[in-house]
């Protein structure tokens, strides 16, 4: 109900007109307001009155009456049709049964990451990286896996609402929006402020600038809650100018991440991986390594893969900086770090001894002296230029991002703020605690709320406008190398959702331009002649566009910036704040596959801990899954303590992401809310923490209880040196091995012999493949009580072992999928024939069979079959029904299921082949897993194929099968892990 | 053999104590049996019982119908560990219907005499542990209505299913031992029916009985063809009781985990299950004899032989369980050894070391005449003895799977409230039919008591 100016003067009149007494209720009823007649007339206020749960006798009769009435209708709606029957006249291109592939993007923390959408009939159903994109180059991750269950995700908002639960329209919104607008129109918008994530859209960028035109005295605020000031911050004061630092992996062959978990976080992660594993392998024949040094105070996947890792805690790492700096020859206040002085003495001669070639990498959570130091160093390196490139900045306008949530905190307490617009961000829950957010959002007269959630922003909003997931809508915006990417919408959006570009096309007053006008219109305004449909369709096809990676700039560092060392704090304990890997910044919190997803250093599933090394555990009395109270700065939040090995001494990290109130029926009170400690003076990390343990204890659950390898021989591994010496080191274990004995007649295979390899020294243990498989198997989510019962459906899982001391252990990842063993224990205990062995190799698993004996399950050495114990597959949401892919059967409660080799996509090249009367070519068939692998450690192909890539890994002596005493003749092998430590430190991998 | 002071005999005599009491003719024994079925009042402790049991049985039935309504997740069962109390009571029940048969066939074969007064009701037990026991293979499936694909028929997919399975073969053994146990039973129930025909008043139960009797008149053709038959049914029920427990062994022996791939494990389950079988007519009939005065005819002389059986077999099973400790060490597998380390050692470690102390060390008091002879201490004992037998199964299943080869996946396996109400309800089941057969059939078998009349004039 939109309220109008009360004319004051006009009520005054009226009362003293009326005759005989006349009773009034407020002010409204006096002056005859058409909103109060309206509220007269109708016994419900507007928009209250139809759609809530309980609907009163009256108006189910009109919505009953209006639904017959316009029964005939409901082909005019936007509701999805079911047609049966068969086109009439065919689509170009799309033939039934037939994926078609679109480029794209999405973005995490504003950069784009290049996708390729596979799209069943109009509908798409899986995410794979795009190629031909910077940032991917065919590889994904976790979160681009799962978003495509994002999109699908039953609890997004649907329709645009008031008051959190009263249903209104776009076009309401925009009446009052105009309203608003005009009213701050006069004092040239003072008051009006719009809240963004970091933004890399040109298109976004022109908007706000054109609103910041019409409204000179508005401001336009950016945060990411786990953005990146510090390099930011750390690039101006080394430069004096921002910059955005890129690193070149690739050319680079000694690493130092100062607490960079540069392989799992950021916007070029996946490409950083690439580049990092291509210098890494070795079965291909390369003879040389790239060599890590990691000193971090989390574990990380990073550091997991370090060749040397050193754990310290966050706050001292600007002083181990200050000492590389110092032993390299860097003039900028250097510092001493005793106990670890072999250790700085080392990674400087080795960086020093491969000038051009060493990189150092600053993390985000480490403060701009840390970055600084980091470019100081590779400038005096000669590392510029080489395995470090500056360019402008990606951001289309960067700024300290939370001194600028800061000032609009400060200028909401102080009245200032009459129309917040909030765009995809959720700042009730993630913006640090000190600001008070919540409390802060009563005092703006207007907010309005744009997210594909109603999250704990939207509550706290008059108005909240279901936004538009990137597989809805037309956008734009840039990757990590300023590269510009199309977004192109793949789906016809699902509920009433709007664009963050049309709500700024709404402040603009341009209602009625279309998402893909406003896109192409400003992409087409930027054309500087020739034929821009001609580049835009190549844009959209390749999904980058031409000539739009930002050049390098040449920038120097100054002298004396941060000369003087800070004084380092009592070593109080500290606190540490990390994204977390399977949340991220709490963005993905509803996403079931990204909750049940194990974290790859504890394996914890479904929740948030407060992790400690296992000495610090000790020193404080601590125990796994014990409750503490974690006290800082006044502030407390209850979390469970789990102990991880390598952790920093001293120091305690909580991940951001969980705790939350209104994030879905997924996602709500999942862990506990890390951002409640969170202040915007220190976001990272911080001493001064106190632990206060109780004696309550929380159930986690992990997907993985022992991280111990119990003397196994699972994980082969050898230094480079040991490898070089001895080739043949992986093949020095397991008595019984290439004796095959067996009752029953080998197989034959004529055809092909479907085969795998995983490369251990490349996998970085990231969990995309998990995720990938389980968006194109159509694997259900458990939730965490299923978990804990042992039930989770993941078909390639993730081991992590651990090796060497408590406090630093190396640890090495495994991905387990089925082995299509060629004598497969499972096979012969099946009483119905539901697991066979096929013409190829393959271990088929008929589901249509299965009686669910679970026999197969239990004699299966390396129990990687999952058994549907109850009915996982949601069959009663009809919008994931969207989301399943339809060349792969959804699993019935009672049958058995497990990595099938991706059958599915062996088919279609069968197909294919057989159209063209060809044998299947080398690399043709892609697995899910295979795809996802950022670092390619995955190797699948036709092992009766010599040339092929697979047969050839195969035939390399780093090749071992897991348990192949056992005589199972496993067709998924593993590549020993080589790692490349330094003599100088012991030459031990550490 | 001897429990000569308690019958005030001299020792020099040294007679085998009676399989009947004294003073006993064909009408008393007859009289004296089937009047609990027919004239006897119905005792109050049988109705209380019966109720309790009933109770078992909903409890039984409706864990059975949640069961099908949600799936076998609401039990515990996970991954690594498929089969939890499901296949661990299958193998307990499946055991304890080993005694039955056991004493039925193979002690008429070798005419011990002594058998008669007992092998009646312990085929009834093994019956009722079969029904039992059948119902968790057929209801553990993941999707028990498609359980007939187990069974070799013709039909429209063309396919058999899957011989080199262990549980084909257990279908098999399972189906086939519940058919001849059911038809020994049955047969040698023929004579008493008609006998209860000839006795009963209620016209309804003369018509009912005379129905089961089917039309035996006590010819001697009949009883020529008779013998000829239960004979064959005894030699044909003979090799079963060896081949049953040595198929469901073999599911796990077939199987490649460690803890399960042992040679040995048919003897093993064999003996196992006498064993229990045994416990399982003692923890009966001890209470039996005394509810119903039968202490002539289920004598002291029954009472030791059984002590005994299960004493040589509670020692087959101790020296499995030491063997099993051997062949980890002499195997040299590591997987091998870390699971006889992860039984005594590991989580599970106190059922282990419970088992040893049920089934390897209290039966050793059986060596005590003193222990044979006292009715208290014997009925703990065999209480003991089937606790000790449902913790082996634990043992061998659970602790095997819970940690095999892979680190990795190693779990653990807790049971829900619905794998005890399943279990506890098959208990009430069991209770529930064993209550009724007491109650409409006669408990011993009379016909054949009246052959060792002879013996009570003796006596």
Redesign the interface.
Known sequence: MEKEALDLSAIRARLAQAKGRRYWRSLEEIAETPAFKEFLYREFPQGAAEWTDQLSRRSFLKVMGASLALAGLTSCSGQLAEKILPYVRQPEELIPGKPLFYASAMTLGGYATGVLVESHEGRPTKIEGNPDHPASLGSSDPFMQASILELYDPDRSQVVTRFGTRISTWDAFIQSLQTELDSLQANQGAGLRILTGLVTSPTLTSQLDAILAEFPQAKWHQYEPAGSDNARAGARLAFGRDVETIYNLAKADVVLSLDANFLGEGPAHIRYARDFSDKRRVWTGQTTQNRLYVVESTPSITGAKADHRLPLRASQMELFARAVAEAVGVKVGGAELAEHADWIAAVAGELQSHRGTGLVIAGNQQPPIVHALAHALNEALGNVGQTVLYTDPVAANPVDEMASLRELAEDMAADRVQLLIILDRNPVYEAPADLQFAELMFKVKTRIHLGLYEDETAELCQWHIPGLHYLEMWGDARAYDGTVSIIQPLIAPLYDGKSAYELLAAVLGQTGVSNLDLVRGYWQGQSSGGDFEARWRTALHNGIMADTTLPATSVSVQADFGSAPQAVGPQSLEIVFRPDPSVWDGCFANNGWLQELPKPMTKITWDNVALVSPATAERLGLSNEQVVELRYRERSVRAPVWITPGHADNSVTVHLGFGRSRAGSVGNGVGFNAYTLRTSEAPWFDTGLEISPTSEQYSLVTTQQHFNMEGRELVRTATLADYQARPDFAQEHSAGEGKHISLYPEYEYDGNAWGMTIDLTTCIGCNACTIACQAENNIPVVGKDQVLRGREMHWIRVDTYFEGELDNPAAHFQPVPCMHCEKAPCELVCPVVATVHDAEGLNNMVYNRCVGTRYCSNNCPYKVRRFNFLQYSNEDVPVLKLLMNPDVTVRQRGVMEKCTYCVQRINAARIEAKKENRAIRDGEIVTACQQACPTQAIIFGNINDKGSQVAQSKATPLNYGLLVELNTEPRTTYLAEVKNPNAELGGKIS | MQSSEMLGKTPEVQLPAPVIGPGYTYGSVTDKISSLVLSRRTPLAWFVAFALASLGTAMLFGTIAYLLY?????W????????GFDIVNFVWWVGIGHAGTLISAILLLFRQQWRTSINRFAEAMTLFAIANAGLYPLL?????W??Y??MPYPNT?G????F?????WD?FAISTYATVSFLFWYTGLIPDLATLRDRAKNPLLRILYGIFALGWRNSAAHWNRYHAAYLMLAALSTPLVVSVHSVVSL?FA????PGWHATMFPPYFVAGAIFSGFAMVLTLSIPLRKAYGLEDFITMRHINNMAKIMLVTGLIVFYGYMMELFMGWYSGS?YEE?LILNRMTGPYAPLYWALILCNGLIPQLLWFRGVRNNLLVLFIISLIVNVGMWLERFVIIVTS?HR?????????Y?PTIFDWTMFIGTIGFFLTLLLLFIRVLPVISIFEMRELVPESENA
């Not at chain 2, 080199?164 to 084909?168: A, C, I, K, T, Y």
């Not at chain 2, 095999?404 to 653990?412: I, N, V």
Request: aromatic share 18%.
């Open positions: 949600g799936g076998i997740g609401i515990g069962n996970n991954v690594p560990v498929g089969w553990h499936t993941g999707r028990p498609f359980d694909w187990l997919f396919l058999w299913p899957n080199r399975s262990p549980l084909v279908v599911d077939a199987g490649i985990v590591q870390y799977l095999d080869f892979l680190p990795s996946a190693w779990g653990m807790y």
